[in-house]
């Protein structure tokens, strides 16, 4: 058993990251509300994911919908046994306890069985934070390492493309990054997408955003910042210099013609 001393260092360093996530989480469903799903994608994420669910909020859940939805949730769920439980029980029943209402606790078996008939979620107000910050993915941090190795993503489905082609515009117009570097990334992040568009499989290509508190306030700022109609005209130009450069790399004088493309449009 470790010490007592131990225990709160412990204790404080994962009240931390539990509430730094559950800020990023928020931020994060913040920006998407700026987005709306497009007709065509059917709901892929809740056919094509396994949902996880955090213990407070299965408990939640199942408070709040109704017998039927209670018994296919008990029904279809699995319980997941968390390595690090095993790890926090030589620092007592509170650290324990802490990783259990906070870690990820049960996972549906997808397709989600909440997803009604006409692709809409049927407890969309109690949905779980998986849901609400989905596109964007959390590779869940070790709890016994700082929180700053964790590993925050956008994955490439049909809202991540368009998040991706913003964050890509705004990256470019707040000098943040090199910016050949953010092009090749928006470049191999539209690879991905196209790929999963046509195959209709669980998306597979993520793109990592650095420094993700800073990265998603900058994000909403731009997108609250700028009207949609010059969002959309940045995008258009970034998609066609994406286009044009599918198999090649791009020169320095066509990167500067795209910067000043996308600074012109205000
Ligand atoms: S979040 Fe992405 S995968 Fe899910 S419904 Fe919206 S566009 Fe489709
Ligand atoms: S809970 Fe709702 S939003 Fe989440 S996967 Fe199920 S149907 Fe989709």
């Not at 994000?219 to 949609?228: A, G, M, P, V």
Request: net charge neutral; glycine share 4%; aromatic share 10%.
């Amino acid at each position: 058993m470790k010490t007592q001393k131990e225990r709160r260092h412990l204790k404080n360093q994962l009240t931390k990251q539990f509430a730094l996530y559950d800020g990023l989480v928020n931020k994060a469903s913040e920006v998407l509300q700026q987005y709306t799903c497009s007709s065509e994608c059917s709901a892929l994420c809740c056919k094509l994911n396994p949902i996880c669910f955090e213990q407070k909020e299965y408990y939640k859940i199942l408070e709040a919908v109704d017998a039927g939805n209670k018994a296919l949730i008990e029904e279809r769920t699995i319980k997941l046994q968390s390595v690090q439980i095993f790890d926090a029980k030589e620092y007592g029943k509170e650290i324990v306890q802490l990783i259990e209402d906070n870690g990820p606790f049960k996972t549906f078996l997808a397709p989600c069985p909440l997803l009604n008939g006409s692709d809409k979620c049927s407890i969309y107000q109690n949905r779980p934070s998986v849901c609400r910050r989905y596109p964007f993915e959390f590779a869940r941090f070790d709890l016994f390492k700082d929180f700053s190795e964790s590993v925050f993503m956008l994955k490439a489905c049909d809202i991540g493309i368009e998040v991706a082609f913003d964050y890509g515009c705004w990256q470019i117009l707040s000098n943040s990054g090199d910016v050949s570097t953010t092009l090749h990334i928006v470049l191999e992040f539209f690879k991905g997408w196209a790929k999963y568009r046509t195959l209709k499989e669980m998306p597979t290509c993520a793109m990592v955003i650095d420094e993700p508190n800073t990265a998603l306030e900058g994000l909403l700022e731009y997108i609250i910042s700028n009207q949609i109609k010059i969002r959309l005209a940045r995008r258009c130009a970034l998609l066609r210099f994406v286009g044009q450069h599918l198999d090649k790399s791009p020169s320095e004088d066509e990167i500067a013609e795209l910067l000043a493309d996308i600074k012109k449009l205000q």
